[in-house]
């Protein structure tokens, strides 16, 4: 028995114990002396990983020794995966005293995977295609296999033979592993041509539009790269296009010809159009052409073996019938195509509609504990009304029995029986229509009633708190199938209390004469389960207290399984991770502590952005942006940019606190510097300063926010003209403190696109000047912006803006600097840059007032282009000039080229009450939508 034995982390190591040491799974096991763990290889702090084996053994000092605890501890620790050896060998069994010793050998970890020659794929595809991660458990034979999977995504994107190396460094002073990745991608296939082969109905240069691969045949370098997912989206694209067009039997085959020696590619695409359908209907009275033709699917899964044809004939039958058409009979006739030498194939539908049927009256009869009224919402069959046109269907009058019964149900009349006659006679105002008088006849039977409810063995809650949770009460009607939900109900408030295994059984006995039920709910809780520790691998530059933060549940509460998903959630949603997987160790093997296993991959902290284009409101400009998302490991996002285009600069940084002082509130502190020149203004604004906002979100669309800013600001010609004495004060430095509240509401699909939802915000400026009353005012915004997809490609957007400055104290007069704009490419388009008024000199004219409506219809023309068509109004208020305040409006069209960071387009707007002096309107070009 002195022989030493290795014990592997495995479930039939516990059976193995149990038999050769049955005596000592027993209470009269020998006593535990002490459990010592030792963690072998590993250089540096190993306290750690001690603390976590510690946890996870179920043997402590003074315990009598329990093979079956054993077997539980050591595959509490292989599931852990923080170990990859782990050896127990055998005590002095003759001693009455004993020590545990266990072996313990860690898993080396992933630091870090650097990726070089990805270009032009992104890092993170390569990685996505990998089966390892940073913070992954490092295996040297998963090495290998990550080679073949890089090189495949390369094989997929064109490259002949690329040749991926994967290799490892192991950093000697914690024994982690970067994993080194050196892709060779070789040459690649270029696209020499797209063969169209087959066509007739359509041109080639038409269906080569809408292909990607012809446009890609048109470029240069990498950008002629062969991709077969290119190809395959073009051929959905093609079938898609000709579904559209009618011609539903239309069969679509890539040919892939590959040249190695001159690395080149033809793509042919064989297509058999088959014939183009045209369906009439005939004998349709209730319903439009039209609406029928919304019940066809040969354009959208077209008519392979005539299934499509099928399905569209059984969707109009059910739109007949649901109508009052019972008896309604659909055929199918070929017709004649007429001119033999088009491929056409005619269809004519004939429907025959037979008789209609409405219901004249419904009556309710038999019902003594329900009114009729009651009864009557509760059903589908009703009489001619705003709600309903009164169709008599019998599907439905089937399932009105069913819901009459449930009502019932509901009130405790377990036996209610409902039967159905209808009696039919001719309508007088309509010789095909029948009118139905239909009765229920209600047999409510007896109504059952709860006289008590028990809860046995019940000690987690009081009986008043359980029996507040409940369905059945007593003095209230007995619903048998709520039986079910209340034993669910209690069973998940026992377990917020700390008992995860609660089960809950309920019992009924009925009275003699079935009036009278007793419920009783056997309980049955198990055991108590408090929250251990927890622990997080992967987390090499986030510390641990900003993951620990995240939980909804301490170190010695009870154990709830809701704050246990709230806490997966919040640790899945901080900015620092980009995933995090979770491991309960001790749940399913109900042990009296659950310990929590956080296995994180973090996201790259460093980031770096350049951009760079031409609008029409700043014509060029460049920018860049650069930061750490995960600053000191504490999950702050701190960055520095910088902006300059022609109408000056702007340089800011900052740092983003997610959870400010530990809420869910974030807060962003930053400090910035501009100057700008707006087009068509006289003057500029150089401003310095600092801002401090806070953020919180709530009922899921809404964000409440609260920002402070000081700006040092400083307003100053730019055109050589005089100051009147007493506009100097204006030209003046001044400092200013800014507080402002804000309210925003947003429900949109989409941040690029959108194409349903609305937006809208509200915001106050409270503005006071520093040793000056210029800046003493407020300042009020509000915008909506609505988006509304009635069709597939197409897509109405409205919005309205209005904003108003309100001084307070002594001072009327308002800094030019401060006051509303419009005119230009962000708001009334047709109009330059903030010139929608302007004075007698032509300079523009701003105002205390603006109010501004928008107008758009964005129409998908295919191959990412859009069209749109767009109107806009507005007008500025209480200027310092005496001119019109009337309103301005423009409409105009443009198109937009979609790219995945949103659009690009030329816009024209027309001025509708151009002014003698002014143009007929104005070219914009824009990056992004205008709202």
Request: proline residues 4%.
């Amino acid at each position: 028995m002195r022989k030493k034995h290795i014990l592997q982390a495995a479930l039939p190591v516990l059976f193995i114990i149990i038999s050769i040491f049955p005596a000592y799974t027993q209470a009269s096991g020998p006593l535990i002396k002490a459990v010592d763990i030792i963690i072998k290889d590993t250089p540096g702090n190993s306290q750690y990983l001690k603390d976590a084996a510690q946890s996870l053994i179920n043997l402590k000092p003074g315990d009598r020794f329990s093979g079956e605890k054993l077997g539980i501890s050591i595959e509490l620790l292989k599931q852990s995966g923080l170990f990859k050896s782990i050896e127990v060998p055998d005590p002095d069994w003759n001693t009455e005293e004993i020590t545990l010793v266990f072996h313990l050998t860690p898993f080396k970890r992933i630091r870090d995977i650097k990726i070089t020659g990805a270009f032009p794929l992104f890092e993170r595809e390569i990685l996505n295609a990998m089966t390892i991660y940073a913070g992954d458990v490092f295996s040297a034979e998963k090495l290998t296999e990550q080679q073949a999977l890089i090189s495949r995504v390369f094989i997929d994107e064109g490259y002949i033979e690329p040749h991926a190396m994967v290799s490892s460094h192991e950093n000697k002073d914690n024994g982690d592993y970067n994993i080194l990745v050196n892709i060779e991608k070789n040459d690649f296939y270029k696209i020499k041509e797209l063969e169209i082969q087959g066509n007739h109905a359509f041109s080639k240069s038409r269906l080569k539009l809408r292909t990607s691969i012809w446009k890609d045949s048109l470029l240069i370098g990498e950008m002629r790269r062969f991709v077969q997912k290119d190809v395959d989206k073009d051929l959905k694209n093609l079938v898609k296009f000709y579904l559209k067009k009618g011609y539903a039997d239309v069969e679509i085959t890539p040919e892939i010809k590959k040249d190695r020696d001159l690395k080149q590619v033809s793509v042919i695409m064989n297509i058999n159009e088959g014939p183009k359908y045209k369906i009439e209907f005939e004998g349709n009275e209730e319903f439009w052409d039209f609406t029928l033709k919304k019940d066809l699917v040969l354009a959208q899964r077209g008519n392979k073996n005539n299934l499509g044809l099928r399905k569209s004939i059984r969707n109009i039958q059910n739109r007949y019938q649901e109508a009052g058409y019972p008896d309604v009979k659909i055929s199918m006739e070929e017709q004649e195509p007429g001119d033999p030498e088009k491929n056409i194939r005619k269809i004519k539908i004939v429907i025959e509609e037979g008789t209609r049927f409405i219901v004249e009256s419904v009556n309710i009869a038999g019902n003594k504990a329900l009114d009729s009224d009651k009864i009557k919402k509760q059903i589908l069959t009703r009489t001619p009304g705003i709600i309903a046109d009164g169709e008599f269907v019998p599907e439905n009058l089937e399932e009105d029995k069913d819901a009459v019964k449930s009502l019932y149900l509901k009130q405790g009349y377990m036996e209610t029986e409902v039967k159905d006659s209808v009696t039919w006679k001719d309508d007088p105002k309509e010789e095909s229509q029948k009118l139905a008088e239909i009765t229920l006849d209600v047999n409510e039977g007896r109504q059952t009633l709860v006289k008590n409810v028990f809860f046995k063995n019940l000690n987690a809650l009081t009986h008043e708190e359980a029996l507040g949770h409940t369905a059945h009460k007593p003095g209230e009607p007995f619903r048998s199938y709520m039986i079910q939900s209340d034993e669910n109900t209690i069973a998940a408030l026992i377990s917020e209390k700390g008992y995860p295994h609660a089960e809950v059984k309920g019992e009924v006995e009925f009275g003699s004469d079935n009036t009278e039920a007793v419920v009783t709910y056997n309980v049955s809780e198990g055991v108590y389960v408090e929250m251990g520790p927890v622990y997080v691998t992967g987390n090499f530059r986030t510390k641990d207290k900003v993951i620990l933060n995240e939980a909804e549940i301490k170190k010695g509460e009870p154990f709830s399984l809701k704050k246990m998903l709230e806490t997966n959630k919040n640790i899945r949603d901080i900015n620092a991770l980009e995933s995090a997987d979770f491991k309960a160790l001790g749940l399913n093997e109900k042990s009296e502590k659950v310990i929590l296993l956080v296995n994180t991959e973090e996201k790259k902290p460093y980031y770096v952005q350049f951009g760079g284009g031409y609008d029409t409101r700043k014509h060029f400009y460049a920018n860049v942006k650069a930061g750490d998302h995960n600053l000191f490991g504490l999950n702050k996002d701190s960055w520095v940019s910088a902006e300059l285009s022609q109408i000056g600069y702007r340089g800011e940084a900052g740092l983003t606190e997610p959870r400010f002082m530990g809420t869910r509130i974030s807060s962003t502190l930053s400090g910035f510097a501009e100057e700008i020149e707006e087009f068509n203004k006289d003057f500029g604004t150089r401003t310095y300063g600092a801002s401090l906002g806070f953020d919180r979100k709530f009922m899921q669309y809404f964000t409440a926010r609260l920002a402070f800013r000081y700006e040092f600001r400083e307003q100053y010609l730019t055109e050589d003209k005089y100051i009147l004495p007493e506009d100097e004060e204006k030209y003046d430095p001044r400092s200013i403190l800014v507080t402002t509240p804000a309210l925003i509401y947003n429900s949109t699909d989409s941040f690029i696109r959108p194409r349903k939802g609305l937006y809208s915000s509200f915001s106050l400026d409270i503005s006071k000047g520093l040793g000056e009353t210029l800046d003493d005012f407020f300042k009020y915004r509000f915008e909506t912006r609505y988006y509304y997809t009635p069709l597939e490609g197409l897509t109405f957007a409205v919005r309205g803006r209005y904003g108003y400055l309100d001084p307070f104290g002594s001072e009327s007069s308002v800094p030019d600097d401060q006051l509303f704009f419009l005119g230009g490419t962000s708001d009334v388009r047709g109009f330059d840059e903030n010139k929608l008024r302007y004075d007698r000199t032509g300079d523009p004219d701003g105002g205390r007032s603006e109010l501004l409506g928008s107008l758009e219809a964005r129409i998908d023309l295919g191959m990412n282009f859009e069209l749109t068509a767009f109107y806009d109004i507005g007008n500025i208020q209480e200027t310092l000039s005496d001119t019109s305040d009337d309103f301005r409006s423009s409409a105009g069209l443009g198109l937009r080229y979609i790219t995945p960071i949103g659009p690009v387009g030329f816009l024209y707007g027309w001025k509708l009450d151009r002014e003698e002096d002014e143009g007929k309107g104005r070219f914009h070009f824009t990056l992004g939508y205008t709202f």
